[in-house]
């Protein structure tokens, strides 16, 4: 049996902190009152707060009430998107999420995680949504995922590394189950 890690040591890794910690403390205190709050409704004081920390959202995105942002200097979301009541954005590393895509319910998007093998030492990497894919309700994105294009995630599932586009995916770890365009029941022959 070995000895467990001292968790006393366990160091940032590859994490490299880009703005202040008073710039930190300031952004927890906003996202308490105007971003996670249930009682603030006005999506588009959201995303405007959002923009003012950094994040780069284009137009016409939809965000839903107890949103949980970690850094919004790390988040780039494209134009028509719709995130989710609760959805929780991790994201020491950036976080993409590409033109007309949705993050549902309650889904959590992480950048990292811990050297588990060795130091339990921070490990980041980037995670990106790629145009018209959806994150469905209590989905996990762990870092380093990239979900294709038009890819759907079923509710539940797990991703933890690159899944192709125009795909459906599901459990844990997310597995292929069928492409997404294809219809499931095939029309009948018919004459003209």
Not at 43 to 58: D, H, N
Not at 61 to 66: G, K, L, Y
Not at 131 to 139: D, E, I, N, P, Y
Not at 144 to 158: F, Y
């Amino acid at each position: 049996m070995h000895e467990p890690i001292d968790l006393s040591a366990a160091g940032s890794g590859n994490f490299e902190r880009t703005r202040s910690r008073s710039a930190e403390a300031l952004w927890m205190v906003i996202e308490f009152l105007l971003i996670s709050n249930p009682l603030q409704i006005s999506s588009t004081l959201r995303v405007w707060v959002l923009r003012q920390f950094g994040a780069r959202i284009g137009a016409n995105v939809i965000m839903r009430p107890r949103v949980r942002v970690k850094f919004p200097w790390n988040l780039q979301i494209g134009d028509n998107c719709w995130i989710g009541e609760g959805v929780w954005i991790h994201n020491q590393d950036l976080v993409t999420i590409e033109d007309n895509a949705v993050v549902s319910q309650e889904a959590f998007i992480t950048t990292g995680s811990h050297d588990v093998y060795r130091s339990m030492d921070l490990v980041i990497k980037p995670v990106v949504i790629r145009r018209g894919a959806w994150v469905t309700t209590r989905c996990i994105v762990l870092q380093g995922a990239e979900i294709g294009q038009n890819t759907v995630v079923t509710p539940g599932s797990v991703v933890r590394g690159p899944l192709l586009p125009d795909r459906i995916y599901g459990g844990n770890p997310a597995a292929f189950i069928r492409e997404r365009w294809k219809s499931t029941i095939e029309a009948p022959d018919r004459e003209l």
